[in-house]
Nanobody, 111 residues
Framework: VQLQASGGGLVQAGGSLRLSCVSYGRTFTNNAVGWFRQAPGKEREFVAAINWRGGSTNYADSVKGRFTISRDIAQNTAWLSMNNLVPEDTVVYFC?????WGRGTLVTVSS
C-alpha cells in the first residue's frame, strides 16, 4: 500500500490542524488505518487507529478528546483532526495501513 500523508504545518497552541492520508494503488478496504508520530531520537508512538468499517476507533491517552480519526473508503482517504494542539504535539506524523507507511508530515505547535 502506498500512502501519502499531508496537512501538517505551523499552528499556535490551542489551534487545529487536519491531516490527510491518501492510499494509492490499493484501497483501504479490509485494512485498519493508523496514525503514529515520532519525535527526533525517539521511537514512533501510536496516536490513533480506525478499523476498516470505520465503526471502531482507538486513541492514545495523550490525544484522547482532542484528536479524531475518520476515513472514507470510497475516497481512499483517512483524516486525523487535531484540536487544542499543544507544543508537545510537535512531531512528524505518519499514517499506516495494510503494512505500508506513508511519508510523514510535520506538525509544529508554537507556544
Amino acid at each position: 500500500v502506498q500512502l501519502q500523508a499531508s496537512g501538517g504545518g505551523l499552528v499556535q497552541a490551542g489551534g487545529s490542524l487536519r491531516l490527510s492520508c491518501v492510499s494509492y494503488g490499493r484501497t483501504f478496504t479490509n485494512n485498519a488505518v493508523g496514525w503514529f508520530r515520532q519525535a527526533p531520537g525517539k521511537e514512533r508512538e501510536f496516536v490513533a487507529a480506525i478499523n476498516w468499517r470505520g465503526g471502531s476507533t482507538n486513541y492514545a491517552d495523550s490525544v484522547k478528546g482532542r484528536f479524531t480519526i475518520s476515513r472514507d473508503i470510497a475516497q481512499n482517504t483517512a483524516w486525523l483532526s487535531m484540536n487544542n494542539l499543544v507544543p508537545e504535539d510537535t512531531v512528524v506524523y505518519f499514517c499506516t495501513s495494510g503494512g505500508g507507511w506513508g511519508r510523514g508530515t510535520l506538525v509544529t505547535v508554537s507556544s
